[in-house]
T-cell receptor, first 114, second 112 residues
Framework: GAVVSQHPSRVICKSGTSVKIECRSL??????MFWYRQFPKKSLMLMAT?????????EQGVEKDKFLINHASLTLSTLTVTSAHPEDSSFYIC??????????FGPGTRLLVL | QKEVEQDPGPLSVPEGAIVSLNCTYS??????FMWYRQYSRKGPELLMY??SSGNKEDGRFTAQVDKSSKYISLFIRDSQPSDSATYLC????????????WGLGTSLAVNP
């Protein structure tokens, strides 16, 4: 149980375009979803926390207009990287929790902005 | 001082060895402790979850928490090459604070 999927797994885009990443909890209802960013050989950096039906809470230093998060249902959250630039290239990972205690992670999305 | 300290390694052991991975923390409010395993280019996978001092065993894995020393450990018995990955500790406080605080991760290589 506790499976989280992410789509796409890898995306390459041109600078200035927007990219949407989907995160789905497949076998449970996720009251809260989290979006992380991870640089090579570095730990996870929390970007934002989203609760179904409400606005996301962004961590300090994360631009909310740059990284748009929508948590439209209890099984789906999306992260849109707007006007992407090469410095946005990274590994983006979502996680979801049902009981507020344990987080289950998706497989991650590798974004490369040319 | 970081809230969670974890030696990034790398740690290299022969197959069959007992592996000990550790994290220390400074915030006494942390009540829940987790160990995740992350293979290269994949999302983290939850291995162990504990919330009290003492040991918790699951197969070849044992998680140990010592709240008085603010120290947690993950032991891997009979290590296998498939255990080669990065192991991250994570912890959080009680109540409505769901944000996890992460260690840097320890890179482990188990050599056949």
């Amino acid at each position: 149980g506790a499976v989280v999927s992410q789509h796409p797994s890898r995306v390459i885009c041109k600078s200035g375009t927007s990219v949407k990443i989907e995160c789905r909890s497949l076998d449970f209802q996720a009251t809260t979803m989290f979006w992380y960013r991870q640089f090579p050989k570095k730990s996870l950096m929390l970007m934002a926390t989203s609760n179904e039906g409400s606005k996301a809470t962004y961590e300090q230093g994360v631009e909310k207009d740059k990284f748009l998060i929508n948590h439209a249902s209890l099984t789906l959250s999306t992260l849109t990287v707007t006007s992407a630039h090469p410095e946005d290239s990274s590994f983006y990972i979502c996680s979801a929790t049902e009981n507020q205690e344990t987080q289950y992670f998706g497989p991650g999305t590798r974004l490369l902005v040319l | 001082q970081k809230e969670v300290e974890q030696d990034p390694g790398p740690l290299s052991v022969p197959e069959g060895a007992i592996v000990s991975l550790n994290c220390t923390y400074s915030n006494s409010a942390f009540q829940y402790f987790m160990w995740y395993r992350q293979y290269s280019r994949k999302g983290p996978e939850l291995l162990m979850y504990t919330y009290s001092s003492g040991n918790k065993e699951d197969g070849r894995f044992t998680a140990q928490v010592d709240k008085s020393s603010k120290y947690i450990s993950l032991f891997i018995r009979d290590s296998q090459p498939s255990d080669s990955a990065t192991y991250l500790c994570a912890m959080k406080g009680a109540g409505n604070n769901r944000k996890l605080i992460w260690g840097l991760g320890t890179s482990l290589a188990v050599n056949p």
